[in-house]
């Protein structure tokens, strides 16, 4: 199965998430794309995969355009959705938010890989923001966090992918 993958990632994890579900899908068959890079037309493959970082609640700007400049061709392929995220309770939230109703009807699969928050690799303003969302955490037990991600939901979408 000719699989695009498009990803955009600032600390490295969905990136890596990308790297994985390529692998999962059939390495050779896969073609992995940065945002930022230049994308081949999706015409030219049987599946195409965006995955994105949320920060505050929002996947990145530049993966959002690219999903509305291009849905009419996706909406004519398999495609899947993925978001690196790292709270818990907030997926389906996270996920409503940022594709909106057509999207959902159309996608083969929309789903979270969970996350990770690397302590050397957030600086400034974002360790701020990190280390307040680990204390709330830390005292509230509703609030769950994902600090790692999930293969087995790397394996489950590749699945549904080459199921279809
Ligand atoms: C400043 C900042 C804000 C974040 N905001 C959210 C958020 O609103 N919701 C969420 O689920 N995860 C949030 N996260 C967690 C990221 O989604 C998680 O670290 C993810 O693995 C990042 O992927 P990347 O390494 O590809 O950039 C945030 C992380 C940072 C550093």
């Known amino acids: ?80 959705l993925f978001i690196c995220s790292c709270l818990a309770d907030k997926v389906s939230d996270s996920i409503t938010k940022n594709f909106s109703e057509e999207f959902m009807d159309h996608a083969a699969i929309i789903d979270s890989f969970g996350g990770e928050l690397p302590a050397d690799k957030i600086k400034g303003m974002d360790k701020i923001i990190v280390n307040s969302i680990i204390k709330i955490a830390k005292t509230d037990p509703t609030f769950k966090i994902f600090e790692k991600i999930i293969p087995e939901s790397i394996t489950n979408f590749a699945e549904v992918l080459k199921e279809m």
């Open 1 to 80: 199965m000719k699989t695009l993958i498009i990803y955009s990632s600032k600390t490295g994890t969905t990136k890596r998430c990308a790297a994985l579900l390529a692998a999962n899908i059939g390495a050779d068959s896969c073609d992995l794309f940065e945002i930022s890079e230049k994308i081949p037309d999706i015409s030219d493959y049987e599946c195409v995969v965006i995955g994105s970082y949320v920060r505050m609640g929002v996947i990145d700007k530049k993966i959002s355009a690219f999903l509305q400049k291009h849905k009419e061709e996706l909406f004519e392929t398999k495609f899947g």
